[in-house]
Protein backbone atom coordinates (compact mmCIF):
# COMPACT_ATOMS: atom_id res chain seq x y z
CA UNK A 1 0.00 0.00 0.00
CA UNK A 2 1.11 3.43 -0.89
CA UNK A 3 2.12 5.32 2.35
CA UNK A 4 -0.27 8.37 2.87
CA UNK A 5 -0.39 11.08 6.30
CA UNK A 6 -3.25 11.65 8.52
CA UNK A 7 -4.24 14.69 9.66
CA UNK A 8 -2.27 14.76 12.82
CA UNK A 9 -3.66 16.42 15.76
CA UNK A 10 -1.12 18.37 18.50
CA UNK A 11 -1.62 18.93 21.95
CA UNK A 12 0.86 20.99 24.03
CA UNK A 13 1.98 19.89 27.37
CA UNK A 14 1.12 22.53 30.97
CA UNK A 15 4.32 23.77 31.58
CA UNK A 16 3.59 22.35 35.54
CA UNK A 17 4.11 18.58 33.73
CA UNK A 18 7.92 17.13 34.85
CA UNK A 19 7.21 13.81 33.89
CA UNK A 20 5.01 11.86 31.41
CA UNK A 21 4.31 7.87 31.27
CA UNK A 22 3.70 5.78 27.64
CA UNK A 23 2.17 2.41 28.48
CA UNK A 24 0.51 0.16 25.87
CA UNK A 25 -0.95 -3.25 25.13
CA UNK A 26 -1.60 -4.55 28.18
CA UNK A 27 -4.37 -6.49 26.92
CA UNK A 28 -6.83 -6.48 30.05
CA UNK A 29 -8.95 -9.71 30.17
CA UNK A 30 -10.77 -11.28 33.47
CA UNK A 31 -8.67 -14.13 32.35
CA UNK A 32 -5.09 -13.15 33.20
CA UNK A 33 -5.97 -11.42 36.77
CA UNK A 34 -1.89 -10.76 37.12
CA UNK A 35 -1.83 -8.71 33.81
CA UNK A 36 -4.97 -6.61 36.09
CA UNK A 37 -2.70 -6.53 39.27
CA UNK A 38 0.38 -5.25 37.60
CA UNK A 39 -1.75 -2.81 36.22
CA UNK A 40 -3.47 -1.32 38.43
CA UNK A 41 -0.56 -1.04 41.29
CA UNK A 42 1.26 0.80 38.65
CA UNK A 43 -1.44 3.30 38.04
CA UNK A 44 -2.21 3.89 41.73
CA UNK A 45 1.37 4.54 42.15
CA UNK A 46 2.61 6.11 39.39
CA UNK A 47 4.82 9.34 39.97
CA UNK A 48 4.06 11.10 36.64
CA UNK A 49 1.91 14.27 35.93
CA UNK A 50 0.58 12.59 33.08
CA UNK A 51 -0.34 8.65 31.10
CA UNK A 52 -0.58 8.46 27.94
CA UNK A 53 -2.08 4.94 27.08
CA UNK A 54 -1.46 4.15 23.52
CA UNK A 55 -3.66 1.52 22.79
CA UNK A 56 -4.72 -2.06 23.37
CA UNK A 57 -5.40 -1.38 27.31
CA UNK A 58 -8.13 -3.87 26.87
CA UNK A 59 -8.16 -6.85 24.71
CA UNK A 60 -11.12 -6.74 23.54
CA UNK A 61 -13.96 -3.73 24.12
CA UNK A 62 -17.30 -3.54 23.00
CA UNK A 63 -18.93 -1.24 23.84
CA UNK A 64 -18.43 1.51 26.41
CA UNK A 65 -22.27 -0.03 27.69
CA UNK A 66 -20.40 -3.28 28.55
CA UNK A 67 -18.72 -1.84 31.61
CA UNK A 68 -22.17 -1.36 33.01
CA UNK A 69 -23.41 -4.93 32.56
CA UNK A 70 -24.21 -7.64 35.27
CA UNK A 71 -21.97 -10.21 33.44
CA UNK A 72 -18.96 -7.61 32.53
CA UNK A 73 -17.56 -7.12 36.34
CA UNK A 74 -14.03 -7.43 35.23
CA UNK A 75 -14.36 -4.43 32.99
CA UNK A 76 -15.76 -2.10 35.50
CA UNK A 77 -12.74 -2.82 38.14
CA UNK A 78 -11.26 -1.87 35.34
CA UNK A 79 -12.87 1.13 34.52
CA UNK A 80 -12.91 1.94 38.75
CA UNK A 81 -9.07 1.89 38.29
CA UNK A 82 -8.90 4.54 35.62
CA UNK A 83 -11.73 6.99 37.52
CA UNK A 84 -9.13 6.85 40.41
CA UNK A 85 -6.05 7.56 38.20
CA UNK A 86 -8.00 9.93 36.14
CA UNK A 87 -8.56 11.79 39.51
CA UNK A 88 -5.36 12.44 40.56
CA UNK A 89 -3.23 13.09 37.48
CA UNK A 90 -4.08 14.10 33.43
CA UNK A 91 -4.75 10.81 31.68
CA UNK A 92 -5.19 9.84 27.75
CA UNK A 93 -6.10 7.28 25.67
CA UNK A 94 -4.93 6.29 22.10
CA UNK A 95 -7.64 3.55 20.46
CA UNK A 96 -6.14 0.51 19.44
CA UNK A 97 -7.03 -2.59 17.73
CA UNK A 98 -8.62 -4.31 19.96
CA UNK A 99 -10.26 -1.28 22.13
CA UNK A 100 -11.08 0.99 18.75
CA UNK A 101 -14.51 1.03 20.18
CA UNK A 102 -13.92 3.10 23.22
CA UNK A 103 -16.26 5.90 23.28
CA UNK A 104 -17.07 9.04 24.70
CA UNK A 105 -18.69 8.10 27.55
CA UNK A 106 -16.24 5.63 28.86
CA UNK A 107 -13.62 8.91 28.73
CA UNK A 108 -15.94 10.97 30.26
CA UNK A 109 -16.58 8.62 33.40
CA UNK A 110 -12.61 8.22 33.73
CA UNK A 111 -11.95 12.11 33.32
CA UNK A 112 -9.64 11.01 30.31
CA UNK A 113 -9.30 12.25 26.91
CA UNK A 114 -9.32 10.37 23.72
CA UNK A 115 -6.19 11.26 21.92
CA UNK A 116 -6.66 10.87 17.85
CA UNK A 117 -3.93 8.43 16.13
CA UNK A 118 -1.59 10.13 15.19
CA UNK A 119 -0.89 13.19 18.11
CA UNK A 120 2.17 15.32 17.99
CA UNK A 121 3.07 16.34 21.85
CA UNK A 122 4.62 19.00 22.49
CA UNK A 123 7.08 18.65 25.92
CA UNK A 124 10.27 18.70 27.12
CA UNK A 125 11.46 20.72 24.55
CA UNK A 126 10.79 18.57 21.96
CA UNK A 127 7.94 17.28 19.62
CA UNK A 128 7.11 13.34 20.07
CA UNK A 129 4.68 11.61 17.72
CA UNK A 130 2.49 9.49 19.56
CA UNK A 131 0.58 6.46 17.72
CA UNK A 132 -1.05 2.75 18.14
CA UNK A 133 1.14 2.10 15.94
CA UNK A 134 -1.13 -0.30 13.69
CA UNK A 135 -1.88 2.28 10.99
CA UNK A 136 1.56 2.06 9.79
CA UNK A 137 2.01 -1.97 8.86
CA UNK A 138 0.88 -1.00 5.25
CA UNK A 139 2.45 -4.59 4.44
CA UNK A 140 -0.07 -6.42 6.31
CA UNK A 141 -2.60 -6.15 3.60
CA UNK A 142 -5.16 -8.15 4.86
CA UNK A 143 -5.01 -6.20 8.19
CA UNK A 144 -5.30 -3.00 6.61
CA UNK A 145 -8.46 -3.51 4.68
CA UNK A 146 -10.07 -5.13 8.04
CA UNK A 147 -8.99 -1.87 9.73
CA UNK A 148 -10.40 0.43 6.76
CA UNK A 149 -14.04 -1.36 7.20
CA UNK A 150 -14.15 -1.58 10.81
CA UNK A 151 -12.88 2.07 11.85
CA UNK A 152 -16.17 3.67 9.46
CA UNK A 153 -18.81 5.12 11.37
CA UNK A 154 -21.14 3.09 9.61
CA UNK A 155 -20.02 -0.57 10.48
CA UNK A 156 -19.33 1.02 13.98
CA UNK A 157 -23.31 1.88 14.53
CA UNK A 158 -24.50 -1.33 12.92
CA UNK A 159 -22.18 -3.37 15.51
CA UNK A 160 -23.16 -1.30 18.64
CA UNK A 161 -26.89 -1.14 17.76
CA UNK A 162 -26.75 -5.07 18.69
CA UNK A 163 -27.36 -6.62 21.62
CA UNK A 164 -24.26 -7.47 24.00
CA UNK A 165 -24.20 -11.25 24.07
CA UNK A 166 -23.98 -11.16 20.34
CA UNK A 167 -21.19 -8.51 20.13
CA UNK A 168 -19.13 -10.31 22.80
CA UNK A 169 -19.64 -13.51 20.55
CA UNK A 170 -18.67 -11.81 17.21
CA UNK A 171 -15.46 -10.65 19.40
CA UNK A 172 -14.46 -14.36 20.14
CA UNK A 173 -15.05 -15.08 17.30
CA UNK A 174 -12.84 -12.31 15.97
CA UNK A 175 -10.30 -13.24 18.15
CA UNK A 176 -10.37 -16.76 17.63
CA UNK A 177 -9.57 -15.88 13.66
CA UNK A 178 -7.13 -13.45 14.18
CA UNK A 179 -5.40 -16.66 16.74
CA UNK A 180 -5.89 -19.04 14.04
CA UNK A 181 -3.89 -16.75 10.93
CA UNK A 182 -1.11 -15.91 13.96
CA UNK A 183 -0.26 -19.28 14.41
CA UNK A 184 -0.49 -20.50 10.88
CA UNK A 185 2.01 -17.40 10.02
CA UNK A 186 4.67 -19.19 12.50
CA UNK A 187 4.12 -22.53 11.11
CA UNK A 188 4.83 -21.30 7.76
CA UNK A 189 7.76 -19.40 8.42
CA UNK A 190 6.03 -16.17 7.08
CA UNK A 191 8.27 -13.23 8.09
CA UNK A 192 7.12 -10.86 10.81
CA UNK A 193 5.32 -7.91 9.10
CA UNK A 194 6.53 -4.63 10.86
CA UNK A 195 5.52 -1.10 10.10
CA UNK A 196 6.66 0.23 7.25
CA UNK A 197 9.70 2.47 7.50
CA UNK A 198 9.15 4.85 4.54
CA UNK A 199 5.47 5.39 5.85
CA UNK A 200 6.94 6.29 9.50
CA UNK A 201 9.59 8.61 8.14
CA UNK A 202 6.43 10.20 6.36
CA UNK A 203 4.48 10.84 9.13
CA UNK A 204 7.83 12.20 11.19
CA UNK A 205 8.63 14.58 8.77
CA UNK A 206 5.08 15.67 7.96
CA UNK A 207 4.87 16.20 12.05
CA UNK A 208 8.02 17.80 12.09
CA UNK A 209 8.87 15.44 15.05
CA UNK A 210 12.37 13.62 15.44
CA UNK A 211 10.63 10.46 17.51
CA UNK A 212 7.65 8.38 17.35
CA UNK A 213 6.57 6.09 20.01
CA UNK A 214 3.98 3.54 19.34
CA UNK A 215 3.22 -0.26 20.33
CA UNK A 216 1.45 -2.64 18.81
CA UNK A 217 4.08 -4.87 17.18
CA UNK A 218 5.11 -6.02 20.94
CA UNK A 219 8.84 -5.85 19.93
CA UNK A 220 10.18 -3.38 22.10
CA UNK A 221 13.51 -1.39 20.68
CA UNK A 222 14.57 1.79 19.17
CA UNK A 223 14.74 1.79 15.37
CA UNK A 224 16.79 4.41 13.31
CA UNK A 225 14.78 5.80 10.39
CA UNK A 226 17.88 8.37 8.93
CA UNK A 227 19.66 11.27 10.13
CA UNK A 228 17.56 13.00 12.93
CA UNK A 229 15.06 10.21 12.74
CA UNK A 230 13.68 7.29 15.11
CA UNK A 231 10.95 5.29 16.10
CA UNK A 232 10.74 3.69 19.77
CA UNK A 233 8.20 0.49 20.57
CA UNK A 234 6.87 0.50 23.70
CA UNK A 235 6.50 -3.31 25.54
CA UNK A 236 3.49 -4.81 25.81
CA UNK A 237 2.23 -6.77 28.91
CA UNK A 238 2.22 -10.40 29.90
CA UNK A 239 2.73 -10.91 33.79
CA UNK A 240 2.58 -14.69 33.71
CA UNK A 241 5.21 -15.18 30.70
CA UNK A 242 8.30 -16.99 31.99
CA UNK A 243 9.86 -13.68 32.07
CA UNK A 244 7.16 -11.59 32.65
CA UNK A 245 7.10 -8.08 30.93
CA UNK A 246 5.40 -5.08 31.87
CA UNK A 247 7.29 -2.17 30.68
CA UNK A 248 6.71 1.97 31.19
CA UNK A 249 8.10 4.46 28.49
CA UNK A 250 8.74 7.54 30.95
CA UNK A 251 9.70 10.26 29.31
CA UNK A 252 11.13 14.05 31.43
CA UNK A 253 13.76 16.67 30.59
CA UNK A 254 16.30 14.08 31.35
CA UNK A 255 14.96 12.35 28.26
CA UNK A 256 13.47 8.77 27.70
CA UNK A 257 13.79 6.36 30.13
CA UNK A 258 12.39 2.41 30.09
CA UNK A 259 10.99 1.59 33.60
CA UNK A 260 10.52 -2.27 34.19
CA UNK A 261 7.55 -3.11 36.80
CA UNK A 262 8.25 -7.00 36.13
Known sequence: MTPTVPQIAELVAPAAWRTV???SDIHLKSGEP??????QAYMQSTPADAVFILGDLFDVWVGDDAAGHAASDFDASCVHVLQNTGERLA???MHGNRDFLVGPELMARCRSTLLADPTVLGFAGSRWLLSHGDALC???V???HFRKQVRRA???????GQPLPERQAIARGLRRQSREQHEKRGQSGEPYIDLNADAARLWLQAANAPTLIHGHTHQPAVHALGPGLERV???DWDATAQAPRAEVLRLSAAGLQ?????
Open 21 to 23: DFI
Open 34 to 39: ANFAAW
Open 91 to 93: LFF
Open 138 to 140: LDD
Open 142 to 144: DYM
Open 154 to 160: DWQQAFL
Open 233 to 235: VLS
Open 258 to 262: RITLA
